[in-house]
Each structure stands twice: as structure tokens, then as C-alpha cells.
């Protein structure tokens, strides 16, 4: 069956028409699209009017070097995986290859059938990941972009976000089709337009995954409580960093011009998962996972009954992890806003999913300046460059510490700081 996507397009070039027949033939077989040239100023043509997923090129041809074609194509195509047949290994070769073809791999002569065959559906894997990374990430600044605008009404907010879905649907059509990716991709924008925001949802999201183990809910429940968990502040997207930093750290200073677009963050949510999951019910228990039992939440006022269970469920574990206290007194501030602030069968599924295994840790953002020996880094430090300085768990001491303040003095670090309490 033949399982390549369209897109598995293959141009080979070689002076050599047996060979291209055989291989061209080779990979016909598999599925592949095959276009072949026996002259590399013909692949340059090709290249500049389709686009391809691999190019395989012999080195030795008249009129142009495969390292001279390569070449080419890597200013034509970057993300072409390029592939070279060369019976000369030696170390010019090579550093040539990478110098100025940017080689994704070598096949030496003979080459083996099943070599050929898993060289091209590596470079044919790798040409997709680039491909839909390019896109996420332009989709990512876009959508960062389209939301520092959040003056605008919820009409005009969710025809843009529409708009973006449309677009989103037409160039990554397997990305909607996969549920657990489309979640992924959800978290992925929360994380980058605000690393806090991103690390406390992953620790509702495991203790929402743990209610979920119990059989005081229904399968549809589950689902509902799972992906509401995943979502519940995406709306806070809309909201200005400059408000967020000041609820997370300073709420005392919040204006009333904050606390209101605070108070939509579950309205705007609500219309943000519609895009991700249809279901009715997840929309709702993300509206209300701020109300409260006692009917003084937000933005509906609803009390009692009227809160969705699902909601219910979620607002102790979004609460737990944002009082940001040791763990010890979360759990104390849960028990004790039982039947006011939440719902005391919803307490109780807490503490009975959680009691007999180990709660997410608290984080809590601090400023380089903040950082102590004995902390551990519940995000992985980087340099302006990517590189990983200090991996994500480990323990800072002093050594650590002037290892990041020395870095620093050379190259801003300008992310976030997030330390486990």
C-alpha cells in the first residue's frame, strides 16, 4: 500500500542513465514521486519550478561537481534534504559536503538496496519536520502578534482567531486532524507567550489527569475535564503581559482596566476551545472553572449546581496549583474553602486522587538576581543562542549560579526564571 504523502517528491541526477533508471525505479516503487535528469543544469530548472523533498546527485558529472549542485539547491530550497553518491570518502570530501552543500547524508558506491531506501525516508522525514516547523513558528509569532491586541472587542477577536483556524486548516490539514497535536500546539503558544503560564498548566493538567482515574467520572467527563485542563487559560492570551506579571506577582497593584480583562480570560477560553475540541461541555467547564460554590466567582456568578461538575473539578486544581504555596498549605486552603470556594464532592476527588501519590510541585517565578543556592530550576536555562546552560530539575548551587551570572555579563539572559518552591 502505498502510505508517502504527495508531497514525497524525489529529483535524481546523475550523468548515467542506468543508474537513474534503476534507482528511479527503485523508488517508483515505493510510492515516491521520481523526477530525473541526466544534466545538472536541467535539475537546476527542475528545482526552481517544484519542490522537492530530496535530492539525490552523483558527484562526479561533467559540467558540475553533485557538491557545486547542492550548493545551489541549498539557496534554492533549504530545506531540501540533500543527498550525495560519491565512491571518494576522503576528509576534502567531506568537509566540502558540509561547507557548501550542507549534506544530509552520504551513500557510498555500491550501495545496498534497503541503504538507499532508508537514507531517502529519513531525508524524506526530515524535509517534513523542518517544513512544519517553519510553519508553527510563523503561525506562533503571528498569532502572538494578532493577540498583543487586546483592546479589541470579543467580535473582533474571535473573527481574527477564525481567520487564523481557516488559514491553520488549509497548510497543516493532519495537524487539526490530530486531537492530541492541536492540545500540543495550544500549550506550545501559552508556554511562549508566557512560561508560568505554560508550567502551571502542565501541573493542572496532571492532577486533572489523576481525577480522572477514578470512577466517580464518566468516560465523557474525563474527556471533558482532560482537555478543559489543557485549555483553561489560553484565554488569558488576550490579556497584556504587563497585567499578568503584575496578578502573578504584584495582584495588590492590578487596575480595574486589568482586573476586567482578567475576569474574560474564561470567556475568551471558551471560544478558543471551541476550535480545538466541538464538544459544548468543555467550553462550559472552562467559562467556569473561576466560579465559585458560594456564587462570588467570575464570569458568570454561578453557585451550587448551577457550576458544571467538570468546572468544579478543575477549579480545585487550577486553585491548588495558583495559590503558589508550599504544598502543605495549598491543601489547607482547600479544605478550608470546602463548601464555599469549591465543591465538597469535587474537594474530596481531589484528595482522593492525590493522596496516595505526590502532588505536582509549586513554581514560582523569580529574577536572576532572586536565584539561591538550593532551588531547583523547574525550566531549563538558555543562552540567547539556545544553547542549554542549566537542564530543568537540577539543583542550583554556587558553582551553577556564578556560572549564569559570568554567562550574563556576556549575553543577556532575557527568559523567564522558573524554580519548583
Known sequence: ?????????????????DILETLGAQLACEGYSVTTCLDPEEAIVAIRQREFAVIITDQNM???TGLELLAQVRD??????????TGLFGLDTLIGAINEGEIFRFLAKPWTRLEMLATVGNAVHRYRILGDNDRLRAETLALNEDLEEANATLRAHVA??????????????ALTENFEHSLGLCHRIINTFYPLLGTRTKAVVEI????????DLSAEEKHVLMTSAWLHDIGLVGVKREALHKLFHHPADCTEEDWAMIHQHPGYGQTLAS???????????????????????YPDGLAGEAIPWTAQCLAVAVAFVETGLPKTHASEFIVQQSGIAFHPDAVRLFFKATQAQTLPRQIRELTLGELEPGMSLAKGIYSPAGLLLIPEGQALTTATLAKIRNHNMLAHVTQRLLVYS
Do not use: W
Not at 1 to 17: F, W, Y
Not at 76 to 85: D, F, Y
Not at 208 to 215: A, F, H, K, L
Open 208 to 215: 486533572c489527569r489523576r481525577m480522572t482515574e477514578s470512577n
Open 76 to 85: 534554492i530550497q533549504p530545506n531540501t534534504s540533500r543527498v550525495l553518491i
Open 1 to 17: 500500500m502505498n502510505t508517502h504523502k504527495p508531497d514525497a517528491a524525489i529529483l535524481l541526477v546523475d550523468d548515467d542513465g
Open 62 to 64: 561533467p559540467k558540475m
Open 160 to 173: 481574527q482567531l477564525t481567520v487564523q483556524k481557516e488559514q491553520l486548516d488549509e497548510s497543516h490539514h
Open 275 to 297: 476550535f480545538v475540541d466541538r464538544l459544548t461541555t468543555v467550553g462550559a467547564t472552562i467559562r467556569g472553572h473561576h466560579e465559585r460554590y458560594d456564587g462570588k466567582g
